[in-house]
Each structure stands twice: as C-alpha cells, then as structure tokens.
C-alpha cells in the first residue's frame, strides 16, 4: 500500500518568513495530493490540492510543487501570520480508490 | 451548503462497552470513508463504503464494524472497546461521480473517550 513520509514533524518560523512541509509517497500509481490544515481538536480543512497533470499549483499565499519522477511534493506558504500555526497534513490518493494515505504531520508554530 | 454531520461528537464509554457513531454525508454524494485519529496522530483509513457496499477497507479491527444504509448514512460500531479506542473518528464523503471525484469533504468528528 502507499506510504507517505512528511518532514519536519514541527516546524516554527518568523512571522512573514516563509515555511516549507516536504512529503514523499511510495505509489507512484497515487496521482491525487490534498495539502490539509488541521487545528487541534478540528476537522482536517482542505487548503490546497494538486494532481499529477500539473507541477505547480498556488492560491495566494500558498503553493504546492509535486515533482513526480521523485515522488515528493511540497506545501510552501508565503508571508506567513500567526492564524497559519496548526498542524499541517500531506496526503495521497489514486484516481479510482479515493482512499487518502495522510502523511504523519508537520506542527507549525509562527513567531510573532 | 449542507455539510458532512456526524453524530455523537462526544462519548464517553467505559471498557468493554459498545459504541456506534453516524455519518451523513452531503446530498448527493455516494461513498463515505471512516477515519480514526488518535491523539497527536494522523487520520489513519478504517474502512469505505460506495454505493452501500464496502469498496476498502484498511486498518479496522475485528472488533469494529461498519455499514451504509439505503439513505446512504453509514454507522461505525465498536464493540469490546478498550482504552486504545479512544480517539477522534471522522466521517469524510465523496461523489464519485463527479469532476472533483478525488476531493474528501471531512465531518466534524465524533470524540470517542474510553474509560
């Protein structure tokens, strides 16, 4: 079955710096890679996804880069604010078998 | 817009006891995943469903069950639960049928405790 590794497992930065969550996933059949945020005790919200059709994607403030010959991709987020601290999940899916392999998260924590 | 609503999101049970949480998901929508997460841990997959009948299933034990109704809800029950069982379990639904097929809508969570 798939396998996901997410680095770091805490990350804290400067606020307005930038923070960078890296994965990597062992299918290389898994096309499909949801970038979650999660605070605690919460649902885990969708704030980015990406397929495999396409390297780069970004929304204001936050891009995700997958690189597919490696199997890894990376959740950026820009200009960071305090309401960016949570816990950050990578994960991923095949087209067909929806079921999402999440990565083991990443705690950021922004310094004001 | 209707969202996934599970239900209880907090219960509390003793060890050995039995417990079944709910899951709506959103109109529409024809496959429903079960996750559980527990403290400081990521969503591990338990089990989907898809047009009512099981399409996955990952890591639920023996003890657990899971169904899907006609009214596609679906019910997750536990029996002979221990300590370990305490977690967040979250309900996720999909349609399949659609352009975004891939993307999860995720409920609120039920936070089982076991005592």
């Known amino acids: 079955g798939e396998n996901v590794e997410q680095h770091p497992s805490t990350l804290s930065v400067q606020e307005g710096d930038s923070a960078v969550i890296k994965c990597t996933y062992s299918d290389s059949a898994s096309n499909y890679f949801p970038w979650y945020k999660q605070e605690l005790g919460k649902r885990p919200q969708l704030i980015i996804d990406i397929r495999s059709n396409v390297g780069e994607k970004k929304d204001q403030r936050i891009a995700v880069t997958l690189n597919k010959t490696a199997k890894h991709f990376s959740l950026h987020i820009t200009e960071t604010q305090p309401e960016d601290s949570a816990v950050y999940f990578c994960a991923a899916s095949i087209t067909g078998n929806e079921k999402l392999t999440f990565g083991t998260g990443t705690r950021l924590t922004i310094i004001p | 817009a209707a969202g996934v609503i599970q239900s209880p999101r907090h219960l509390i049970k003793e060890k050995r006891e039995t417990a079944t949480l709910k899951c709506y998901p959103i109109?529409?929508?024809?496959?429903v995943y079960w996750y559980q997460q527990g403290p400081g841990q990521d969503p591990q997959f338990l089990i989907s469903f898809y047009e009512k009948m099981q399409s996955d299933k990952g890591s639920i034990p023996d003890r657990f069950s899971a169904q899907q109704f006609s009214d596609y809800h679906s019910e997750l029950n536990m029996s002979s639960l221990e300590l370990g069982d305490s977690a967040l379990y979250f309900c996720a639904s999909s349609l399949l049928e659609s352009e975004r097929s891939w993307e999860l809508f995720f409920g609120e969570g039920s936070r089982l405790t076991v005592l």
């Open positions: 109109p529409r929508h024809d496959t």
